[in-house]
């Protein structure tokens, strides 16, 4: 954990936004994975992380802001905890840590809540796990089906617009957690040969992310089928000629995140068909880089990325006519489905608990319903601090491909017949990280992951 004024100082910073009433932030519990005691990884809320820094389960944090109060809830281990799980640093040591002075059991919990509920002071975040939903019942008497509804928009906007913006130690833990994500892609890329299987690649990334920092950040996609999009099936042999996509980060011990994506030729070298889409999709995420600084959106930024997508794929006789119109009426669309990125930090996709409206848009830069552009989860004016994920793509979706070519979608700007040929290519996506600095942004990571085609052969190679 931080230092204890890190802490201290973010609440003070929420409790000003704030203004008044108050702030509950709850932790997450163990949660089962097929019996009781046998619990998937823990992993704590990145929001409770963010300002009371300990990384126990079942506890929640409470933040008086017109009395000045700060608390802890949660439970002391008992006897039977100790025997089974070995001795603990109890509460409220762990809450000096943090700079919080007091503590009380979680029973005490709903009194300190209940009074207050009914005047509308009580502000809480939106849950997503079905304990916490529950829990929300019983400390303040929701009807679980309205917990999100009732969830505190003030204070949403409070913690986005401090999470938003990365305090240098971060940045440090994020670039720890881009230092083993290219560890785990330059493993991938060596062992990709024909005839291994894509769980054993899987596996070893996993077992990289889990040794070296806390675990993965999301559950690898790795697959020679890259065109779905995020593709957890590994059950595949690698095939020579064929592309694996791997997409896989990892969380540093203090719950940091890293996101890339590499994707590589089984047996090592790129095919000329291979290497004219790679070119393209590797071009979109330099322009985004070169493009994204504070005071750009990213949305604008990712419809510049796609005119670098339509403009190659009209070279490859993919597309026709011209490519702003093309990504103006969203044809492109048809070969990159998703956003330019998201933003990154203690979750992979930050802060997505508390509603992509808020961490991605502004009453200026509104979400857009159009397809692809729709899925555009950072869409902003980007900030000094920010980090984003730079993340084009190329797919070629056969279900896609008959349903849009059956509609007749797009006739002016993409060339069917020769798209057909090109539906058994898979997938291409190439991400980094992004930090946003004064004046422009760099990759994050002591070293980038290969990127370019005579990287990732040569990666091969060795
Ligand atoms: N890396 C997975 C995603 O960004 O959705
Ligand atoms: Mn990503």
Same mark, same amino acid.
């Given at each position: 954990?931080?230092?204890?004024?890190?802490?201290?100082?973010?609440?003070?910073?929420?409790?000003?936004?704030?203004?008044?009433?108050?702030?509950?932030?709850?932790?997450?519990?163990?949660?089962?994975?097929?019996?009781?005691?046998?619990? @998937? $990884?823990?992993?704590?809320?990145?929001?409770?992380?963010?300002?009371?820094?300990?990384?126990?389960?079942?506890?929640?944090?409470?933040?008086?802001?017109?009395?000045?109060?700060?608390?802890?809830?949660?439970?002391?281990?008992?006897?039977?905890?100790?025997?089974?799980?070995?001795?603990?640093?109890?509460?409220?040591?762990?809450?000096?840590?943090?700079?919080?002075? !007091?503590?009380?059991?979680?029973?005490?919990?709903?009194?300190?809540?209940?009074?207050?509920?009914?005047?509308?002071?009580? !502000?809480?975040?939106?849950?997503?796990?079905?304990?916490?939903?529950?829990?929300?019942?019983?400390?303040?008497?929701?009807?679980? /089906?309205?917990?999100?509804? @009732?969830?505190?928009?003030?204070?949403?906007?409070?913690?986005?617009?401090?999470?938003?913006?990365?305090?240098?130690?971060?940045?440090?833990?994020?670039?720890?957690?881009?230092?083993?994500?290219?560890?785990?892609?330059?493993?991938?890329?060596?062992?990709?040969?024909?005839?291994?299987?894509?769980?054993?690649?899987?596996?070893?990334?996993?077992?990289?992310?889990?040794?070296?920092?806390?675990?993965?950040?999301?559950?690898?996609?790795?697959?020679?089928?890259?065109?779905?999009?995020?593709?957890?099936?590994?059950?595949?042999?690698?095939?020579?000629?064929?592309?694996?996509?791997?997409?896989?980060? /990892?969380?540093?011990?203090?719950?940091?995140?890293?996101?890339?994506?590499?994707?590589?030729?089984?047996?090592?070298?790129?095919?000329?068909?291979?290497?004219?889409?790679?070119?393209?999709?590797?071009?979109?995420?330099?322009?985004?880089?070169?493009?994204?600084?504070?005071?750009?959106?990213?949305?604008?930024? !990712?419809?510049?990325?796609?005119?670098?997508?339509?403009?190659?794929? $009209?070279?490859?006789?993919?597309?026709?006519?011209?490519?702003?119109?093309?990504?103006?009426?969203?044809?492109?669309?048809?070969?990159?489905?998703?956003?330019?990125?998201?933003?990154?930090?203690?979750?992979?996709?930050?802060?997505?608990?508390?509603?992509?409206?808020?961490?991605? @848009?502004?009453?200026?830069?509104?979400?857009?319903?159009?397809?692809?552009?729709?899925?555009?989860?950072?869409?902003?004016?980007?900030?000094?601090?920010?980090?984003?994920?730079?993340?084009?793509?190329?797919?070629?979706?056969?279900?896609?491909?008959?349903?849009?070519?059956?509609?007749?979608?797009?006739?002016?700007?993409?060339?069917?017949?020769?798209?057909?040929?090109?539906?058994?290519?898979?997938?291409?996506?190439?991400?980094?990280?992004?930090?946003?600095?004064?004046?422009?942004?760099? @990759?994050?990571?002591?070293?980038?992951?290969?990127?370019?085609?005579?990287?990732?052969?040569?990666?091969?190679?060795?």
């Amino acid at each position: 954990m931080f230092d204890k004024s890190v802490y201290e100082s973010r609440r003070q910073r929420l409790a000003e936004r704030m203004g008044s009433g108050m702030i509950l932030i709850l932790g997450n519990y163990e949660a089962p994975a097929n019996y009781l005691a046998n619990t @998937y $990884k823990f992993r704590q809320d990145s929001s409770f992380l963010y300002f009371f820094g300990i990384n126990r389960p079942g506890l929640a944090g409470v933040i008086d802001v017109d009395n000045g109060r700060e608390c802890i809830y949660g439970d002391d281990p008992d006897l039977d905890d100790i025997i089974w799980s070995g001795p603990q640093v109890s509460l409220q040591e762990m809450a000096e840590r943090v700079g919080v002075k !007091h503590t009380a059991t979680f029973a005490a919990l709903a009194g300190a809540l209940q009074n207050d509920f009914g005047n509308n002071r009580v !502000h809480f975040l939106p849950p997503y796990r079905s304990r916490n939903i529950l829990m929300l019942e019983d400390l303040l008497g929701l009807n679980p /089906a309205w917990a999100s509804a @009732y969830s505190s928009v003030k204070l949403i906007r409070a913690v986005v617009a401090l999470r938003s913006v990365k305090e240098p130690r971060e940045i440090e833990e994020i670039r720890l957690a881009c230092n083993i994500g290219r560890e785990m892609h330059v493993r991938a890329m060596q062992e990709a040969r024909p005839g291994v299987k894509e769980q054993r690649v899987a596996g070893l990334l996993e077992g990289i992310a889990a040794s070296r920092g806390s675990m993965v950040s999301f559950p690898v996609i790795l697959s020679q089928n890259g065109e779905t999009l995020h593709n957890h099936d590994h059950s595949q042999v690698l095939t020579e000629g064929r592309l694996m996509l791997t997409d896989a980060g /990892a969380e540093t011990e203090m719950c940091y995140c890293s996101d890339f994506t590499r994707t590589v030729p089984v047996g090592g070298k790129f095919s000329s068909r291979q290497r004219d889409v790679y070119s393209i999709v590797l071009a979109c995420n330099r322009k985004a880089m070169e493009l994204a600084r504070p005071g750009a959106t990213y949305k604008w930024v !990712h419809e510049e990325t796609c005119k670098v997508l339509a403009r190659g794929l $009209k070279e490859l006789g993919l597309m026709k006519g011209d490519a702003e119109e093309a990504v103006a009426a969203g044809a492109h669309a048809l070969f990159m489905p998703h956003g330019l990125g998201h933003m990154m930090g203690l979750d992979v996709h930050d802060m997505e608990s508390l509603g992509q409206e808020f961490v991605g @848009y502004d009453e200026e830069t509104r979400p857009s319903g159009q397809f692809g552009l729709s899925s555009l989860r950072m869409g902003r004016r980007l900030e000094e601090g920010f980090v984003v994920t730079d993340e084009p793509g190329c797919y070629f979706i056969p279900a896609l491909i008959d349903r849009w070519r059956e509609k007749r979608m797009h006739e002016e700007f993409l060339v069917y017949d020769r798209i057909e040929s090109f539906k058994d290519f898979g997938g291409i996506r190439v991400e980094d990280d992004l930090l946003i600095t004064r004046d422009g942004a760099v @990759y994050l990571g002591d070293e980038r992951v290969p990127s370019t085609i005579e990287e990732i052969e040569e990666t091969m190679r060795g």
